[in-house]
Every structure is written in C-alpha cells, then in structure tokens.
C-alpha cells in the first residue's frame, strides 16, 4: 500500500493509493532501435598483438565513453606517490578489453607514445585516440611483463 495522499507517478505499477485507486502503471522504457555491436564484431584480430578497428566503431566509442569505462574498472595506477598508468580490473566477459587481450590487473603505461603519467595525459589518450589513423597501447601485464599491441583503424 501507497501511503501518501497522492499516487502519482512514484506509486508502483499495480499497487493501491490510500484513496483506494490503482495506481497508474508505469511503462517500460523504450529499447534504442540501434543495438551497439558486440566487440567481436567491432575488431578483427590479425595477429596476438595485432588488430584491425573500423573507424565508425571508434567514434562511437567517442561518443559515448561511459560505455567503454562500464566494461571495466579504469583507476589510475600509482608507484611511490607518481601515476605510472590506468590500471584496467574487473573486465566484464565479452568486453573490448577482453577481446583486445587486456587482462585484470594491466597498465596500460602509453598510447601513441603519450606516457600516462598524469591526469591531463590520460586526457590526451582520448583525443589521440578520436584522431589517430593508428595506435599502439603498451601494456604492462599483471606478471611484469610487458606488450604492445598495435591497431589500425580501416575507413
């Protein structure tokens, strides 16, 4: 039961206000009539480290980065009080990240030769990324080792 006066549109579908009125029900959202492409789709794997992107897959991702941010944990990684690079965790099954190779635990310490090491770097990496033909990400693994995987993006 609703107990305020007024059932409006916080009531829940289905329940009775005090008055003894239903409440109205309340419609489901809208699905978006374009559906985002699962990262498989989205990259073309060449080689381990080697990837192939379309260019309207990167501004998309552009456009909406929260989308990208909500496929993993993204924190700045730090070393004795100085930022080394984004720490990449808790990457979601079927995630960019997981289709590029990109483990729980990575750094990704540059891209395009821009050192992450700042917060206004990591600002740098988007635009050099909306923008660049290429790009290649050096990543330091979990076990110290280090990769750098390279992409180019197809017009």
Known sequence: LVLDEDAGPTA?????SA??????????????????KPPAEKI?????DRFKV????????????ANL???????????????VG?????????SLFEEIGIQSGDVITKLNGIVIDNPQESAKVLTEFSEAESFTVDVERD????????????E
């Open 12 to 16: 829940k579908p289905g329940r009775v």
């Open 19 to 36: 008055r003894g009125r239903s409440a109205p029900r309340a419609r489901p959202p809208r699905a978006s009539s374009r559906k985002p």
């Open 44 to 48: 073309q794997k060449l080689a381990d």
């Open 54 to 65: 379309n260019r309207d897959d990167v501004d998309e991702v552009m456009e909406n980065p």
């Open 69 to 83: 941010f909500s496929q993993a944990r993204i924190l700045p990684k730090y070393e004795d009080g100085a930022m």
């Open 86 to 94: 984004l720490q990449i965790n808790a990457i979601k099954p079927g």
């Open 143 to 154: 076990d110290g080792s280090s990769d750098s995987l390279e992409f180019s993006i197809d």
